[in-house]
């Protein structure tokens, strides 16, 4: 959802930087991989503790996220492996970055922050999931407010300004959770709709 409001704003800006980058010689599969490394980095520096270089790292590989994609259609490299890589790559980046603060907390012995990032880890990846399925079955399933682009900023100001973290984790928790049920029973409910006529 956010994703839509934004990315038609900065859609010029990236289409140069992704043209640039053409040139270069980068591909959007490569783009993808250093994205993943970059998250992993990201979660480095949360796990050790340092919690506002692994929210600078989110923004810079967030915007390595946006210029996969652009590179892609820009230069007509849209393939449907470059969609799956990507979608991959991004739980293992949702693992790094959330695994990584889950590791602080287990190291300075805060274990209810703890268990509350590996609550919201989980709800990530049934939201993610839950949308995958569902679209086995019917036709789209992005319901919900806190996708991947809105779970990232939040966490990113939270991790940057400590006194908000315990909101930040809070909400995220929550919204994540309540995510992922709604696309549960968004897809229950489209899947009880009885079948439109064909037309003759």
């Keep these: 959802m956010l994703r839509d409001l934004v990315y038609p704003k ?3 800006l990236l289409s140069t930087v992704a043209r640039f980058l053409h040139s270069r010689g ?4 490569q783009l993808t991989l250093a994205g993943l490394s970059l998250n992993f980095v990201c979660g480095f520096f949360y796990a050790t503790g340092h919690l506002f270089l692994g929210a600078v790292m989110i923004l810079v590989a967030g915007l390595g996220d946006l210029l996969d994609g652009a590179l892609a259609r820009e230069t007509g490299q849209v393939t449907k492996f470059g969609a799956f890589l990507d979608s991959v790559t991004d739980r293992y980046s949702d ?6 603060l889950a590791v602080h907390f287990a190291r300075s012995g805060q274990h209810g922050y703890l268990l509350l990032t590996l ?4 709800g990530a990846y049934v939201v993610s999931y839950a949308k995958a399925r569902a679209e086995n079955f019917i036709e789209n399933c992005g319901v919900g407010l806190f996708d991947r682009p809105v779970r990232l900023i939040l966490f990113g100001v939270g991790t940057a300004f400590h006194v908000l973290l315990p909101a930040a984790l809070w909400i995220l928790f929550i919204g994540t959770n309540a995510t992922a049920v709604h696309r549960i029973l968004h897809t229950k409910k489209v899947l ?3 079948p439109k006529p064909s037309a003759a």
Excluded: M
């Design 119 to 122: 609550g919201l880890l989980a």
């Design 10 to 12: 900065i859609k010029p």
């Design 95 to 100: 693992f790094f970055i959330f695994g990584g």
């Design 26 to 29: 980068f591909t959007p599969n």
């Design 192 to 194: 009880n709709e009885p």
